[in-house]
């Protein structure tokens, strides 16, 4: 009895979000449906990042080539010109693939550590930009290629088809791919945390605060690296085939350095090393521009799209303020969104100290207690 | 845990290290006969920590051999030398972020097996896995007396504790040969005294031998079976630690100006 009460303390935050997550569609029109698309896409593409820049420690400047593998790849392989599989198939393919490319780059990824990492994955979305370009027959050149909607057992994940209406809310395409979006996300959120809570995970910890410690202790170094960086290539793809479902055409000049500079920004304004901080982080960045687009009118000092009378566009004005977060965040919350989240709740847990404490269940309270602190302090690397 | 059968020696033959143009080892050779305390001692910059460096597979030595048991050490990758038994602490403490638990547990890497995909799937063998490793840790943190700080962070721990992480950590790897590397540098006298137990203990219970560099002479002597002097990065002397101490070599280089840290 007290276990399934604590068990529902502990995860009552995170089953009241899924359940407003699941009754969202039932309330928000197609504009807000769409932010959230493409912000659980993101988020997908930012625990991906955040796997291997905020965890191992390894700076990935070619997120956008892999997202862009995972697109392309799905369009391909479901769709004509290509072998026309089924598209539920063609979506894992597609993150299969996604993890062989970054496999391939893995003699890279294994050996180059942190930053020189960075300027080596760059050349990936160059390299990746013109293949888009080029390559007429598989991707579809400067104009790229129109989606092929997922379908699962008859049900398609478009307005096509048979019309559905659930609950007196018809269901169109928006919401529709709304639960995909959620199902792909969750997947994504408990496989991650369950990598960093494990083995994977410490060892990769470890290398990130000190390669020496982690390999005297056994980590196999370049192992963990390329396996990091192959891991979080896979997420990248699976949240390049949700945006490309999202947006039902896909072009080459999206998948852009921007593009990965824009994931960087997420990981960093979320929090180094934490699933929900690179959650938040990725709706931030995601949700700002088409935010800021929608409401230009009633924003002062921004114009309205294609006003075009000199002052700042919406676009430009997003950009300005997450430039703006991320230096915030670096000057005054170093471990970002989540952190700030952390210290909060500590603060709050402070200042409540709550009346029952020792009886509601297996807490662990005194050594609990100075514990919330936070622990930015980092670990020096060993120099021999 | 199952009682480990006697450790195999560690055979140190020849070694040299040469930076660009500083040699660091020359020649070195000793014995680490299983099952015993062996202290390497020597004025600062005499080779000891690249000795360790050596022995862990961290640098490679420009000649001669370490051997434990039948496997050559020289030739392996750090990784590998853990897998064979080999632990290690450093001279300044270096922790990952997290917990003690979290800590310990990358200890214990080289003995689980569980991968990417049976963590991201959390797969009930990969969860039984980690409970297992997870109650090993917890008691080694008992032996090592952290068992209070289990659960903390270890960027709050004292100075002191810090240090017995690192020990805990090294011990989780269930190490034959156990290397330890100014294990008291540091501490006061009541945690020295401490840590000295905590050596003494493991060394009983577990039956691993342990290399110690140390400054701290009264903790060479008490814990010492046998010692080798590094001088300028020759040994200089060996023998046990009264032998050593008496030793006029030994005397010039090194204790001559030390004894008087004796009284700690």
Same mark, same amino acid.
């Given at each position: 009895m007290s276990d399934l009460r604590s068990l529902l303390l502990r995860r009552g935050p995170l089953l009241a979000a899924a359940l407003l997550l699941c009754a969202l569609p039932f309330y928000l029109d197609a504009f807000w449906l769409r932010i959230g698309l493409f912000s659980m896409a993101a988020a997908i593409g930012a625990v991906g990042l955040g796997l291997l820049s905020g965890t191992a420690g390894q700076l990935s400047l070619g997120h956008a080539f892999f997202l862009a593998v995972g697109a392309y790849g799905y369009v391909w392989l479901a769709g004509e010109p290509g072998p026309g599989l089924p598209p539920a198939v063609a979506l894992v393919l597609a993150v299969l693939l996604a993890g062989a490319a970054g496999g391939l780059f893995s003699p890279v990824a294994g050996r180059?550590?942190?930053?020189? =990492?960075?300027?080596a994955t760059l050349a990936l979305v160059f390299l990746g930009h013109h293949v888009l370009l080029t +390559?007429?027959?598989?991707?579809? !050149?400067?104009?790229?290629?129109?989606?092929p909607p997922l379908e699962l057992g008859g049900f398609a994940f478009d307005g096509s088809g048979p019309g559905l209406t659930v609950l007196g809310v018809p269901f169109g395409a928006e919401e529709r791919l709304w639960y995909l979006g959620l199902t @792909?996300? *969750?997947?994504?959120?408990?496989? +991650? /945390? !369950? =990598? $960093? /809570?494990? /083995? %994977?995970?410490? +060892?990769?910890?470890a290398l990130r605060d000190s390669e020496t410690a982690a390999s005297v202790m056994g980590v196999h170094v370049a192992r963990y690296?390329?396996? +990091?960086?192959?891991?979080?290539? &896979?997420?990248? !793809?699976? *949240?390049?085939? =949700? $945006?490309? =479902?999202?947006?039902?055409?896909?072009?080459p000049d999206y998948f852009s350095l921007a593009l990965s500079v824009d994931y960087l920004a997420m990981i960093v304004i979320g929090g180094l090393g934490s699933v929900a901080g690179?959650? #938040?982080? #990725?709706?931030?960045?995601? *949700?700002? %521009? @088409? @935010? &800021?687009? /929608?409401y230009a009118d009633q924003l002062p000092l921004v114009a309205a799209p294609g006003s075009g009378d000199g002052s700042i566009g919406p676009t430009e004005a997003s950009r300005y303020l997450y430039g703006a977060a991320i230096v915030a965040v670096l000057l005054f919350a170093p471990d970002g969104l989540h952190g700030l989240a952390r210290r909060a709740r500590a603060r709050l847990r402070r200042r409540a100290p709550a009346p029952g404490a020792p009886g509601a269940g297996p807490v662990p309270s005194a050594a609990a207690s100075p514990v919330t602190t936070d622990t930015t302090a980092r670990a020096k690397e060993h120099t021999p | 845990m199952t009682a480990p059968a006697a450790p195999p020696a560690l055979d140190v033959r020849g070694v040299t290290v040469r930076f660009a143009g500083l040699l660091a080892l020359d020649d070195v050779s000793f014995t680490v006969a299983p099952g015993t305390v062996h202290a390497v001692i020597g004025p600062n910059g005499a080779g000891k920590s690249t000795c360790f460096n050596v022995l862990s597979g961290l640098y490679r030595p420009t000649a001669g051999s370490v051997r434990l048991g039948a496997a050559e050490l020289t030739r392996l990758a750090p990784h590998r030398i853990a897998a064979l038994g080999v632990a290690r602490t450093f001279q300044n403490i270096v922790t990952t972020r997290g917990t003690v638990a979290d800590n310990l547990m990358l200890g214990r890497h080289a003995l689980s097996r569980a991968g990417f995909a049976a963590g991201a799937l959390r797969l009930p063998g990969a969860r039984r896995e980690q409970r297992a490793h997870l109650a090993r840790a917890r008691e080694i943190a008992e032996l090592t007396g952290l068992g209070a700080h289990f659960d903390a962070p270890v960027a709050l721990l004292s100075y002191g504790d810090r240090k017995r992480v690192e020990l805990a950590r090294a011990l989780c790897l269930e190490p034959r040969v156990l290397l330890l590397d100014e294990p008291v540098a540091g501490m006061n006298a009541a945690e020295r005294l401490r840590t000295a137990e905590v050596v003494r203990e493991i060394r009983a219970e577990l039956g691993l031998s342990v290399v110690l560099v140390e400054h701290d002479m009264g903790l060479v002597m008490r814990l010492a079976d046998e010692v080798t002097v590094l001088d300028f990065g020759r040994a200089v002397a060996h023998g046990t630690p009264d032998e050593v101490r008496r030793d006029p070599e030994v005397l010039r280089a090194y204790l001559g100006t030390a004894t008087g840290e004796d009284a700690a």
């Open positions: 180059v550590k942190g930053i020189y =990492l960075g300027v +390559a007429d027959s598989v991707t579809g !050149g400067f104009n790229g290629r129109s989606v @792909l996300f *969750a997947v994504t959120w408990f496989t +991650a /945390r !369950g =990598l $960093l /809570r494990g /083995r %994977p995970g410490r +060892a990769l910890v690296r390329s396996a +990091a960086f192959v891991v979080s290539s &896979m997420y990248a !793809g699976l *949240a390049g085939v =949700l $945006l490309a =479902l999202s947006f039902r055409r896909v072009v690179a959650t #938040a982080g #990725a709706v931030f960045v995601t *949700a700002l %521009p @088409l @935010l &800021m687009t /929608r | -």
